[in-house]
């Protein structure tokens, strides 16, 4: 089952990015996403802050049949190709083929200095996550791998046990760079994009840049990187803010102080903020895919019953 489709013509697909706080209100989750209609679980990768991904999403992998399970998004910086390969494809078995694999550059400056680690540039950091997705799906396909880069060396590296159940994991690439979406819009499956801007002084919160000359410009860039695909990826929003109201125009001028960055009218038109009844939001989701061809987002738990609500009104035209 998919999450909507708009007049039976274009499928809006919403996932649900979550972490557990314990196990019976985690899986409780995980089984409300599945019902609900919703297309995947998605947990971030925050070692230290936030629980591990793969623990939790196998847990969830026991007690749903359907949504798809994944990373949103493993931090490049903490892993190697074997290590990350051989978890996904743990979870690949353990759900019987519904593992993503998402990969992000990393931006938490704690990540990298409380193991005695300087922070990395930007480039460094895209780089080490390019490469480790260039390896990683090349283990994940049975390819006998060796390599020898900036950051990674293998020597006829194969992932042999566990096997992915699917023939191809699909790769999630999310940033907002241009480097990484040029590459995302090459290589990956999905392209998650946040709008999110520069890393603000707590180290891990962003300023955002959410003007629509901005979104168009990455999913410009996007689609010119993937020009030569058979398939293009499909673009994923993370939506911030999902607010239900009969007064949209208030309600983005009470919550944009609280969006470093972000103009009343970017909250109002952007697809990383959803403000306004659920018949407005539903249009600006069918215009969204019309003009942009953005037909995925992700969202988060308290949101869910909402979005049913929006979901329910795109499904009915």
């Given at each position: 089952m998919h999450a909507a489709c708009c007049?039976?013509?274009?499928?809006?697909?919403?996932?649900?990015?979550?972490?557990?706080?314990?196990g019976a209100?985690?899986?409780e989750l995980a089984r409300g996403v599945e019902h609900g209609g919703f297309h995947a679980l998605y947990a971030a990768d925050h070692p230290g802050t936030a629980p591990s991904p793969f623990v939790a999403l196998g847990a969830a992998a026991a007690v749903t049949e359907r949504v798809e399970l994944g990373t949103c998004v493993v931090n490049s910086g903490v892993w190697e190709p074997l290590a990350l390969a051989s978890a996904v494809?743990?979870?690949?078995?353990?759900?019987?083929?519904?593992?993503v694999l998402g990969v992000g550059a990393g931006h938490t400056p704690a990540e990298w200095t409380t193991t005695g680690r300087a922070f990395p540039s930007a480039r460094q950091?895209?780089?080490?996550?390019?490469?480790?997705?260039?390896?990683?799906?090349?283990?994940?396909?049975?390819?006998t791998t060796s390599y020898r880069g900036e950051y990674?060396?293998?020597?006829?590296?194969?992932?042999?046990?566990?096997?992915?159940?699917?023939?191809?994991?699909?790769?999630?690439?999310?940033?907002?760079?241009?480097?990484?979406?040029?590459?995302?819009?090459?290589?990956?499956?999905i392209v998650g994009i946040t709008g999110l801007g520069n890393t603000l002084a707590d180290g891990h919160s962003h300023g955002v840049d959410w003007s629509p000359d901005a979104v168009r410009r990455t999913v410009?860039?996007?689609r010119s990187a993937s020009g030569h695909r058979d398939r293009r990826p499909e673009l994923e929003a993370l939506v911030q803010m999902v607010v239900v109201t009969d007064d949209a125009a208030g309600s983005a001028r009470d919550l944009v102080?609280?969006?470093?960055?972000?103009?009343?009218e970017d909250l109002l038109h952007s697809p990383f903020a959803w403000i306004g009844t659920v018949e407005e939001i539903a249009t600006k989701l069918r215009e969204g895919a019309a003009a942009l061809g953005i037909r995925r987002y992700v969202i988060r738990p308290s949101a869910m019953p909402d979005v049913r609500l929006i979901l329910d009104a795109l499904a009915g035209g």
């Open positions: 007049n039976g013509q274009v499928e809006i697909r919403v996932s649900v990015q979550a972490a557990p706080k314990d209100s985690w899986l494809a743990t979870l690949d078995v353990l759900s019987n083929g519904r593992a950091r895209v780089s080490r996550m390019i490469e480790l997705a260039d390896v990683t799906t090349r283990l994940l396909d049975g390819e990674f060396t293998l020597a006829d590296a194969v992932l042999s046990d566990p096997r992915p159940v699917r023939d191809h994991v699909p790769l999630l690439v999310g940033g907002n760079g241009g480097r990484v979406l040029r590459f995302a819009g090459r290589e990956a499956d410009e860039t996007v102080s609280f969006v470093e960055g972000a103009t009343v």
